[in-house]
């Protein structure tokens, strides 16, 4: 992902694609916006334009996938902290930075989430789409939301901070979390909102007890 785009979807094609389709698939949705959007790169702003009030969740769940992998957390942290604070203070729709809205993934990266795709993320999240369907719930609320990007505020900071094992376990419970806000399923919400807690507490733990040992050293040493 990165800051280049070369030609901007028309208006007409990336508009209103949440609205006319508010009970379709992440996956669905995503295919839709990678076949109507012109040029070889997306923005994050086109696809936040394109999703509507399910921005939120795509744009943490794209951002996510990535910070798992080793070395990328701390780039997509910053990102997703943003969103996280914004979702937490009851914004409706993500008012991204330039800087982030700028940024842009390949058309190919995106078709790997669509249903068309063999990629090892796609199998996943349809797997996770057969069981994961519209459940208004109280985990779908207005409350709900704003503890959902505090929650994810919180795990993009341990995303940010250095620490041996401290990616996987916030990151996972924000995918979740994600995944059923997309998808407006009370009973993900909520077990992603227990997992992402979980994951949180131990990157804390971790990462206290780093800070601890550094500082019992530097006594040791000075």
Known sequence: MDSHHEQ???PDAELGLAEAHPGAPITRLVAQVAAQCCGERITL????????DR????LILLLCLPGLLPGM???FGTPMLILGVQ???GFRKPKLPGFIARQSIKRTDLMRLTPGSTTRVSRAISKIE???RPRPGPFTGPLADKVVGWLTAYAAV???LPGPGTNGPPAFGVIVMALGVVENDSKVVGIGMGLT?????????VLGALAWFGMEALHYIF
């Open 55 to 58: 921005a939120f969740g795509l």
């Open 87 to 89: 979702m937490g203070l």
């Open 8 to 10: 901007a979807c028309p």
């Open 158 to 160: 341990m995303l940010i």
């Open 73 to 75: 957390a701390s780039v």
């Open 45 to 52: 702003g086109e696809m936040g334009e394109a999703f509507g």
């Open 130 to 132: 057969r069981w994961v």
């Open 197 to 205: 807690i979980l994951g949180n507490v131990f990157a804390t733990a």
